[in-house]
């Protein structure tokens, strides 16, 4: 309560026109990361990211962003505060999958051609090691409590479990044929692997270690991301224009919407669903419980938006 | 034997180091656009079937498809001057007027997993918007790509493909 008072009376003093959800979303073809109001519709800031950026994570714990430049082989690093890069880091030979420990002290880097993963200190930014995985290593999350990581062995058809404390693949899970992108449901005990090649999307059990259910979604599955209540899954369907709606609990896809060309990064703000057109330089904005567009917001060129890119600042939840 | 299992680690190496790099390049894109006087109705009618390019593209010559304009049939495009293109398709919505397409090997183009779609949209007082879009890689997977083969050749003739095409089905239209 305390808290919330605090914050309300920073708002009053300050900030409180920018403190709706801001979406960080990559711009591969202009090489920066364009920051959206989602509330004002409207870029508040275009920040260089080195060379080609796709992958990106928000990090709220950790007070900043983090932004894979594959062909710099480069993590530029946002303050979220002040939306300014405060730094840069060398990453192996070709960074794609990111995520930060939702502790906010690490970071994890796919290194899609070496084959590792690298981590990184979220604080001071200096390399803290690297653990060897499957072959092209792509999405990236980690478990609620900052222990345990997952990483979509793309090209093993399989998703690698890695202990963090350890520095080690311990184990890997079968899912479907070409995962890209995962995610974790907020309890930490379901990851969803989306396969781009057979056009599903494979639900793990973590307890079980194994795939429980897999669901047909629309071709090529590239980007995914929950409600607010953990209840739907929204996911991308690249070659589809279209986004499969996912209710969590049945674990059944319940629709499918239209959606904008071409369409990678997805997350949600509130009632609003993002969704990033590779194809038409765009953000489609969408109503998040009836599919019903709402218009979009131009991008920088060829936008991808890979990982979690939305922040929503505390006020604003 | 120690020569020759040192040259085998060599050949491994530089295998490997090769391989590593095979997918260096980042997807292009390509997206162009026509206005055409000619209802939806008719322009889709003209551009869905998968077997008759030649009916509107001027640098295709002749086709042969597999399975008619039916999700899965791979048509051969005989190119004008020479040069084939095998592209199977992908999806046909004649609700939404769309079909899209891949070939995994440019052929005559200068890409590598090329897809593409076209759209019909009704435009303003019953004119009808064709919209051709394309993602591709360029044909050199490796990094240091020699000219004709890098991202500026991909683009330049996917972006040739689709506007003389586009141009000339509206020639054919509005005939």
Redesign the interface.
Known sequence: MRRFAVLLALCAAATCASAGPLAYITNQGSHEVTVVDVDASTIVARLPAGKSPAGVWVSEAAGKAFVSAPDSATITVIDLASRAVVGEMKAGRSPVGITVTPDGRRVLVADWFSHRVLVFDAASHAALGEIAVGNAPAGLVASPDSRTAYVANRDDNAVGVLDLDAMKQTGVIAVGNHPFALELSADGRTLYALNVWSDDVSVVDLAQSRTVATLPVGKAPYGIAFSDDGTRAYVTNQKGDSVSVIDTVERRVIATWPSVVYPEGVAVAGTKLLVVSWMDDLVGVYDARTGQSLGSIELGRNPRGFGRFMHKPAAAR | MRFVSAFVMMLAASLAASF??A??P??Q?A?ETITIKASPDAVWAKVSDFTQLQGWHPAVESSTATNGSNVGSVRTLKLKGGGELVETL??IDPA?KKF?YRAKDGGALPVTNY?SNLTVKAGDGGTSVVEW?G?FYRKYMNNDPPKGEDDEAALTAVTGVYKSGLENLKKVMEK
Request: hydrophobic letters at 25%.
């Open positions: 590593a790099h997918h260096g980042t997807r894109k997206f992908e999806s939404a899209s897809s879009r993602a």
